[in-house]
Antibody
Framework: EVQLVESGGGLVQPGGSLRLSCATS????????MNWVRQAPGKGLEWVSY????????QYADSVKGRFTVSRDNAKDSLYLQMNSLGAEDTAVYYCARQGYDYWGQGTLVTVSS | EVVLTQSPATLSLSPGERATLSCRASQSVSSYLAWYQQKPGQAPRLLIYDTSNRATGIPARFSGSGSGTDFTLTISSLEPEDFAVYYC?????????FGQGTRLEIK
């Protein structure tokens, strides 16, 4: 069974940092592109980042470029999102999603507030 | 950035009725258009990819059509569990973008 489980969310002050993790199982992680998508409270979906199967290629939404860094550890079947210089506009549920967006995690809530 | 405009914003229908949801792109996305269903407190669920291909396990009452800039998700006969928010997504251009969503509510 394919599973994606996000962790690392929480309350952080404006300007702070947070690192999200996405632990996966049930598929050959190293063969798949992975994505991060977020959803602000009561709002729609926003694609955040993409990373190729090897980790050599990455893409970011303009809203996070220069502040967020996506990475992966294929030996640990895990995906990461390092988030720096957080602002209130980054408050959202963050989802990891497999290539093709056929499997998603349950999401982890990031709240940026003083 | 490709802007996806979904209509209507809210659709009120009864179980058994046919639902037609629209997604219009600001430029051609070829056939790289997907549809998702999201219920409160849940992650989105992939319904349709590449315009008209049903994802694994998706009932046949869900169908997708269109090309270029105009796309449609049709639910042939609504079941009680189909009332949710639906999003379209384009994967043809960076950045990947989503529509703002259509809320399908029980009339």
């Amino acid at each position: 069974e394919v599973q994606l489980v996000e962790s690392g969310g929480g309350l952080v002050q404006p300007g702070g940092s947070l690192r999200l993790s996405c632990a996966t199982s049930g598929f050959s992680f190293s063969n798949y592109i992975m994505n991060w998508v977020r959803q602000a409270p009561g709002k729609g979906l926003e694609w955040v980042s993409y990373i190729s199967s090897s980790g050599s290629a990455k893409q970011y939404a303009d809203s996070v470029k220069g502040r967020f860094t996506v990475s992966r550890d294929n030996a640990k079947d895990s995906l990461y999102l390092q988030m720096n210089s957080l602002g209130a506009e980054d408050t959202a549920v963050y989802y990891c999603a497999r290539q093709g967006y056929d499997y998603w995690g349950q999401g982890t809530l990031v709240t940026v507030s003083s | 950035e490709v802007v996806l405009t979904q209509s209507p914003a809210t659709l009120s229908l009864s179980p058994g009725e046919r639902a037609t949801l629209s997604c219009r792109a600001s430029q051609s996305v070829s056939s790289y258009l997907a549809w998702y269903q999201q219920k409160p407190g849940q992650a989105p669920r992939l319904l349709i990819y590449d315009t008209s291909n049903r994802a694994t396990g998706i009932p046949a009452r869900f169908s997708g059509s269109g090309s270029g800039t105009d796309f449609t998700l049709t639910i042939s006969s609504l079941e009680p569990e189909d009332f949710a928010v639906y999003y379209c997504q384009q994967r043809n251009h960076w950045p990947i973008t989503f529509g703002q969503g259509t809320r399908l509510e029980i009339k």
